[in-house]
């Protein structure tokens, strides 16, 4: 208080001085009340000054408050710049605008008839307790909205296009449309008038025009569809009046003043309206917009184009005239950065596709903002908020400044959970994306699962030398278990889906990798630089991998099949050495690098294996995403919500008389494509020939000795050639997502879903067996029709065919899901949760007939020739037909509830 008066100790007494301090005091707004006395004393003059201080606001309720939380009215308080908080001074003019602020607010949410009474309690010796008491009175929502006056509009047609008003539900639906009611705000009654008044003139009705609406208020009667009780609450119908007017048509737009773009054949292809069509004036206004970033990139910064219309009534048309105002071309003069405390501004300026000295681009500048985006590097750049223009209309230049906040460069992290391909895991990783800030990525992740573990080290250089060339090395070394009816039983201890019988049917097997891979890639800034980034790259990989089977079946396919040319049997599954060239060809226009919310990319990418290596395959493969912001939808008309698009085609083949290794064919279902069903089981299936040992039983249920005195010799079993069914994989798939995404809170996210996918078979001749293991098959002994002292006599043998056969109706079967999901990014093990439900309407459902490698009629070489015409001979033969002939029954599940941790796209 001293140090704001003017008047000090010893000076010369001044009633003017004593004034002033006295203003002073009181414009500090820290007191209720202040009085300067003088006293006089033989020596001098003293002031004693009296002052009443304002009291503190020790706490703030808000009693009767339930249709908002108290950080919506904190939040519009801050928005309102209502100075109302703990802690802070108390004032009753401004707990008198909070009233009002906060019986705004509650009449956004239906809350027209509410109360408020505000109750101050003094606590000595200067504090004040501050209670909102709160009737928030009935709910008023929306009832009927009716329109006079309208004759060639229908009045659904205006009642969608009041987004504030119109009832929440399904938008162009007739049964459903007055079901969901919206809560009546008034402040927006004038935006939904305005709205309907632009939907005719979206029509052609250019003179149309909205009258103030009338409002009514009444109980809301009637039942509620829900509780099938009578409804509560208060309805205000909305009655508004409209004069259509005529329609127009649209005449010709012209242009004048404009003199850097003289063609005017350029200008009107800007508008997407013809001569002729009925008049648009949403049309026209985003063809207004276009013209504007048409001049923007020529650096026309200060462009305004005014229309002036000439109507001709009697024939009902619109004449537009456009004034161009195009200014003067400005250059960019300085390109500046704020907030880049680690990244260094060379590895900023890089992406950039403007440069200072260079005409300004306004294209140019979205784009390079998009390309800082997918680094990663920063939270998400928006050009309207991050990226600030200064003119210097003297000099024609720009200063242009980008705001950046920079996300957490290194990462290290504890993850784990349940995925449909990995299992249970728990894994370490390190991650820095921005390296000493010089945009380097370098990586190492270590996981333990039951169903995989893999190390691996990554380093990538983005600017190899300065130029935009793209170096990555990569280490790894991986074992995982490709076991489908061991990948869903590991939260349940069963499998969610598959029987035992089904377990048999997949190919379940192991593969440990070691190897490396160096990929090299380069932007190409003229091909489809103006609406993203666009790069070839060329990767090189060299590994060896080993397999081991987990099922007899998968063991004959993994063993036969013609991959490995002059190895067969066990051997060919060890030692596969692996080189592969994949030349790439990648577009990206996505807004983020992680959760786009708009834009698209596409990839391609042709792996060609056999430039070293004892493997031959080519596989070619094209991905396609797009996301669309959902704007003017009516809970969501900012755009957060996404709808999501993916599309893929794959194809593997042998070439070189090789087929494609079994570990590299298509197997589909689960997780990262058709959710709701099991992993790698949504695929073709085949035939394979298979030697089998089966003991000749008497019909008591006894074995046949090979010896009846020493039994050690075992029993009399005889060896039959049969048919085997397996899920073989595809040699091509097609697949495609479709998400409506609803981001919930941060990292929280809800979406509907649709998943298709096929794999098939649509080259026979990759499912060739090699000649080695054929004729291991074709060569050996079969049957038993005699045997003498535990010795078998009269063996035949079977020409197996080199082609194994697929499955009829098991190839070409569409499957499909459609369903729900919850998706959860854990902030410290920075992985999506994922919890959905999934209904497949396309799925296979057959039963199977078995096919027996010979007849099992008719003369000559059939089945029963294989055993002993003795009474266990023909009881053994009924016990194989039995269990080889009967048929296999596929059941793939009708729905599926499953958490695990992963994405699909």
Partial sequence: MLARLFSHEGDTYDPAVVERDFNSLWNTSYFDDVRIEKVDTPKCVQLVIYVREKPTIREIDYKGLSSVTQSDVLDRFKKAKVDISVESQYDPTVVKRAEVVLRDLLAEHGHQFATIVTQVKTIPPAYVNITFNIKEGPTVKVGKIEFQGNQQVSSRVLRRAMVNSRPIGIPHSIILENLFARTFDESKLDEDTERVRQAYRDRGYFKALTSTPITHVRDAGGLNPFTLRPSKGKRIDILMPVEEGARYRLGTITFKGNKAVTNTKVLRAQFAMKDGDWFDAGKFGKGLEQLRKAYGELGYINFTGTPIPTIDDVHKVINLEIDIDEGKPFYVSRIEFTGNTIT????????????????????????????????????????????????????????????????????????????????????????????????????????????????????????????????????????????????????????????????????????????????????????????????????????????????????????????????????????????????????????????????????????????????????????????????GIRINREGHNVLAFRAQLAHVEGFGGEVAPPTNRIYSGGDSDVRGFDIRSAGPYAFIPVRTLFNLTNPDGTTVPRDPTNPALGNVQIPLPIYRMVQIGGDTSITSNLEYRIPIMDRVVFSFFTDFNMTFDALPGQLRQSVAGNNILSGAAYGCPSYINGACYGTQSVAFPYQLKVVPGTNYVPRMSNGAQLEVTLPIVNAPFRLYYAFNPLRLYKTVPQELAVPNTGAGNTFQSYFPTTGAGLYSYQQAVQFYGADYVLREPRKTFRLTVSTSF
């Fill in 344 to 631: 260094r501004d060379k590895v900023i300026r890089r992406e950039l596709l403007l440069e200072e000295g260079q005409l300004y681009n306004s294209h140019l500048w979205e784009l390079s903002i998009m390309r800082l985006n997918q680094l990663n590097y920063f939270d998400t750049l928006k050009v309207d908020q991050d990226s600030e223009t200064r003119l210097n209309q003297d000099d024609g230049t720009v200063d242009l400044l980008l705001k950046l906040k920079e996300k957490g460069k290194n990462s290290i992290g504890l993850n784990g959970g349940i995925s449909g391909l990995s299992g249970t895991f728990i894994g370490l990783n390190y991650e820095t994306n921005n390296f000493l800030g010089l945009g380097e990525t370098l990586s190492v992740q270590a996981n333990v699962g039951d169903l995989q573990r893999n190390l691996s080290f990554g380093f990538t250089e983005p600017y190899l030398r300065n130029k935009p060339i793209s170096l990555g090395v990569q280490l790894f070394t991986s074992k995982f278990d490709y076991n489908p009816a061991k990948s869903y039983s590991i939260s349940n201890n069963t499998s969610a889906n598959l029987s035992t019988a089904e377990q048999s049917l997949l190919t379940n097997y192991n593969q440990s990798t070691t190897g490396m891979t160096v990929t090299v890639s380069e932007p190409l800034r003229h091909l489809f630089s103006r609406t993203g980034v666009t790069r070839v790259g060329l990767a090189y990989s060299l590994s060896r991998a080993s397999v081991t089977t987990f099922n007899d079946n998968t063991r004959n396919v993994f063993q036969s099949l013609a991959f490995r040319s002059g190895v067969q049997g066990p051997d060919q599954l060890s030692g596969i050495i692996t080189s592969v060239l994949t030349p790439s060809f990648s577009f990206s226009s996505l807004d983020r690098a992680v959760g786009p919310h708009n834009g698209r990319d596409f990839n391609i990418d042709f792996q060609v294996a056999g430039v070293g290596g004892n493997v031959k395959y080519f596989e070619p493969a094209m991905s396609y995403r797009q996301f669309f912001p959902m704007k």
